[in-house]
């Protein structure tokens, strides 16, 4: 069972990287969210995963 703790990322603002992300004009093709580090991470449509 998981300790009852603040997240470090907040919905809010993944809501608000995905947007400023399309705002400037990115096609999100993948996110990731690591809670642990406290960081969000968009990759653009068609980015290779092995880079």
């Given at each position: 069972?998981?300790?009852n703790?603040?997240a470090?990322?907040?919905?809010?603002?993944?809501?608000?990287?995905?947007?400023?992300?399309?705002s400037?004009g990115?096609?999100?093709?993948?996110?990731?969210v690591?809670?642990?580090?406290?960081k969000?991470?968009?990759?653009?449509?068609?980015?290779?995963?092995?880079?």
């Open positions: 069972m998981m300790a703790r603040p470090v990322v907040t919905k809010t603002e993944v809501a608000r990287s995905i947007a400023a992300a399309i400037a990115l096609k999100i093709g993948r996110i990731e690591d809670h642990r580090e406290g969000v991470v968009i990759f653009p449509v068609g980015m290779d995963d092995s880079a």
